[in-house]
């Protein structure tokens, strides 16, 4: 059977198939960076391209699941994103009217025990400048400033325009975010779909905080819109994200600036600390949010999609960046095993089912937390009456994405 039909075949691999193997990267997000250290640690020459003329501060604060972690640490990164990330304490979800919590998870309790490595949450920047660090000291070359157009792909190569250069590469990997060019390519017509939800993001200095936001995630759930809040760099800094249904009326792009006025009057009937956090925001980032259904394909020849340019996600799983992590590891190792076209295949069949249903829970997710009327009445009370009563059958939903280790193939 063909790798693309089904099975992926059959001889013994064979180990080792990277070492001297050119390998070149489309963005130089988390995604593509963990996989340019994935590679290169396997021996591959790797080079990345962001058409960013910097590595810049963008995206504010980050949650990376113990799924992730556990990828991080098998790339040689355990002491380091300890150092820059912290370990989640406690969610604590709420209604809009109310301050009293109606469900919470301990994750300063369980994640370690449970799914042997913790929650950790954070600034962006930090594990961006980490994964950097990492794939410099590696060999990794990094040029920022430079846009990637995939032109053709060949029997043996793809052929590229880098800057005003052409060039061409025995191997791709697309990392280059939702708004991948190097999608059309790989599955051509396919798009991603607004969804109807429109996002802002702000970071706020602790010192301007209400001290009850700074030790725990607080989702604030209301009709049509939620709030999350937690605390990153060692709680000098609380993390702000707002989310609202409405129209799409700016392009997705993290650099679009928000009218933090027009934010405050959006959430003005949001429990007090929320109130008060995003009454002393000054400056804010605004865009829409989008998804993917499944891909027909993730590959063409030598050339691969990686994280969201092959599976954006809502963010309500927090699971968008891991879900990358994840894809970088085990790419690198199937094509250290595989030659390329079926590490390619095996790498989609391996991945795709798990990421398939973390996008479908991240939008059921989404229904939650926006939910109005009896709905709203429904759902949180029998969540409330879990996490009361049971919690052992909540962390238990939780045990398919969290408990996963890919870097010991127990993914499922």
């Not at 060999?139 to 590229?160: D, F, I």
């Not at 809502?314 to 879900?323: R, V």
């Amino acid at each position: 059977m063909s790798a693309k039909s089904g099975s992926i075949a059959t001889t013994k691999p064979a180990k080792g198939r990277l070492r001297g193997q050119s390998c070149l990267i489309i963005g130089a997000g988390l995604g593509g960076l963990a996989s340019a250290l994935a590679l290169a640690q396997k021996g591959a020459k790797v080079r990345v391209y962001e058409r960013a003329p910097a590595l810049r501060e963008v995206g504010a604060g980050v949650q990376l699941g113990p799924n992730g972690v556990k990828v991080l640490d098998a790339l040689g990164l355990a002491q380091g994103v300890r150092r820059v990330f912290d370990p989640a304490t406690r969610v604590e979800l709420c209604a809009q009217s109310a301050e009293n919590p109606f469900a919470r998870m301990d994750f300063a309790s369980i994640a370690q025990p449970r799914w042997s490595a913790p929650m950790l949450q954070g600034h962006r920047a930090d594990v961006l400048a980490l994964l950097l660090q990492a794939c410099e000291a590696a060999g990794v070359e990094v040029t920022p400033g430079k846009s990637v157009q995939v032109t053709e792909v060949l029997a043996e190569a793809v052929a590229l325009r880098v800057g005003a250069q052409d060039q061409q590469a025995p191997l791709v990997i697309a990392a280059d975010g939702l708004g991948s060019h190097a999608r059309a390519q790989v599955a051509p017509g396919h798009s991603p779909r607004f969804t109807g939800h429109i996002a802002w993001r702000a970071i706020l200095p602790a010192r301007l905080a209400p001290p009850e936001l700074m030790d725990r995630t607080l989702v604030a759930c209301g009709a049509g819109a939620h709030t999350v809040t937690y605390p990153v760099r060692g709680g000098a800094l609380l993390n702000i994200v707002a989310v609202e249904e409405g129209p799409a009326d700016l392009v997705e792009d993290w650099s679009n600036e928000g009218d933090a006025g027009l934010l405050r009057s959006r959430f003005s009937a949001w429990p007090r600390p929320v109130r008060e956090a995003l009454g002393a925001v000054q400056e804010v980032r605004r865009w829409p949010l989008y998804d993917h259904d499944p891909l027909p394909t993730w590959s063409r020849g030598r050339l691969a999609l990686l994280g969201d340019a092959c599976h954006p996600m809502l963010p309500y799983m927090a699971q968008g960046a891991t879900m990358a992590i994840e894809d970088a590891w085990v790419l690198a190792d199937k094509l250290d095993t595989l030659a390329p076209e079926a590490a390619f295949a095996a790498y989609e069949q391996a991945r795709k089912p798990r990421t398939t249903r973390v996008q479908r829970t991240a939008r059921a997710n989404g229904g939650v937390y926006h939910a109005s009327g009896a709905k709203a009445l429904v759902l949180r009370t029998g969540l409330g009456v879990i996490s009361a009563a049971a919690p052992g059958l909540l962390h238990r939903r939780f045990d398919w994405l969290y408990g996963a280790d890919v870097t010991a193939e127990r993914c499922v």
